[in-house]
């Protein structure tokens, strides 16, 4: 996808020009992996542009520099401060935020010790993650080739960039062999997750994802959708997901605030349910972004006005 650069971005504390905004190439972080981010959507509703989940995302980004024992030198309350105010400097309606944590310019060597913690947030206009037609035609997707961390191996729920290692692996193989997507199992062979997103089936009217444990991402769009289900009457389950119950489900999302919500047409090129959005997904994404569009009324408190 290219970038749409906007005007500033926020670096440790302050703004700097889109194009100013470099880091030195022997930090920590390009030679080891070591950051953790997010991916927050804000949307332009009808009261004005809102923040989408603002407080959970911002929780996880603390989470995951938790588990990578990484010092976030500001406070969350800081953080999310200065993202309203990134959205604000460069006057979005509507954007994509990316904050990212890394380990920066200090000492060579894994030990990361040495190395100061930055923190920069980046916000730019990104439409549809998976196409413009992919929200109501559905994407063709694949089972990766490749697996999902194994537990206790890189940590799923960390939101680091070494976990993209991983997704890149199933998003280049799934391109490259004609499909919009990858989805990997987990170490024994249940459903993971998609590179990017979470993933959803409907069978017998029942809503089902993997469990936490399943190598996935605790995603908040995940989150959402499974209170959105609740709030609409459609029973929701987390529950382990064999291979084959992919291809006999009646319907199967992707879940992401890049994917939004985002129907699966075929898997391996076997057609799921009639072919199309089946019609939970299609409920689903009227709550979805009657919400987040700011036309059905918050009433979870799930939009932070910018
Ligand atoms: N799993 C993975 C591996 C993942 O990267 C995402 C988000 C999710 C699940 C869904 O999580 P959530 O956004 O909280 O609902 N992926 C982000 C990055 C995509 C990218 O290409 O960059 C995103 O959607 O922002």
Redesign the pocket.
Known sequence: MPINKSDKIWFNGEFVPWDEAKIHVMSHALHYGSSVFE?IRAYNTVSGPAVWLLDGHLKRLFDSAKIYRMEIPYSFDEVKAAILETIRVNKHEACYIRPIVFRGYGEIGVDPRGCPVDVVIATIEWGRYLGPEAIEQGVDVCISSWRRMAPNTLPALAKSGANYAN?QLIKLEALEDGYAEGIALDVAGYVS?G????LFIVRDDTLVTPPLGFS??G????GAVITLAKDLGIPAQEQAIPRELLYIADEVFF?????EITPIRSIDKVTIGPGRRGPITERLQVEFFGLTEGEIPDRHGWLTPV
């Not at 995603?219 to 995940?222: E, I, K, N, P, Q």
Request: negative net charge; charged residues 15%.
């Open positions: 991916g997704s997750e590179s990017g997103e979470n996935v991402l995603g908040l769009t995940r879940t992401g605030t890049a994917a």
